[in-house]
């Protein structure tokens, strides 16, 4: 909801206020606003729309996931940039099943900016190796597979990688 920067200002206003409570010696009230200090310095790095969104996709509600995303007009301006790939992270996998092209320009674009997690990653290269496969693109699609299966380190993917491995064959 408060732009990138609002959250900083407020996060060195509360710390300020913080440091005075301390001098003066109200010990409770300088921890009090240290925590609160601490909210705003973790939604800077966590985005508090983002978050709704990713509780949203969790539940497997795709509408919610699409309505909180939308209340992000301008995510170049209000998010910082490893949010940014997760908003367009996000946007590509609901996407998916509706328009291939934009989706795969999205997940392309959140690869670009650099999404954290391995296994994020990896579920943008399968979903791409997917976008690939439909477009009849086998070496791509062979390529983005193989990457995912090594950045899936924990075998939550491997069903669906061997899956569109034996679809590959038949192209």
């Known amino acids: 909801m408060f732009h990138k920067y609002l959250k900083l200002v407020l996060a060195v206003g509360v710390t300020v206020l913080a440091v005075l409570q301390f001098i003066e010696e109200n010990i409770g009230n300088g921890i009090l606003f240290l925590l609160l200090a601490s909210i705003f310095v973790f939604l800077y790095f966590k985005n508090e729309i983002l978050l709704l969104a990713f509780l949203q996709m969790r539940k497997q509600d795709m509408e919610g996931t699409a309505k909180w995303l939308d209340r992000i007009k301008n995510p ?3 998010l910082i940039t490893s949010q940014q790939a ?6 590509a996998i609901l996407l998916a099943q509706k328009n291939m092209t934009q989706a795969e320009k999205l997940f392309k674009k959140a690869l670009g900016l650099g999404l954290r997690m391995n296994h994020d990653i990896a579920m943008a290269k399968l979903n ?3 976008i690939a496969m439909s477009k009849r693109r086998k070496r791509e ?3 983005l ?8 380190k924990h075998g ?3 069903d669906q990688v061997k899956i569109m491995k034996d679809q590959l064959k038949k192209i």
């Open 76 to 78: 170049e301006m209000s």
């Open 86 to 91: 997760y908003y367009h992270y996000l946007k």
């Open 128 to 130: 791409l190796a997917g």
């Open 141 to 143: 699609a062979t390529t």
């Open 145 to 152: 597979l193989n990457e995912a299966k090594k950045l899936d």
């Open 156 to 158: 939550m993917l491997t």
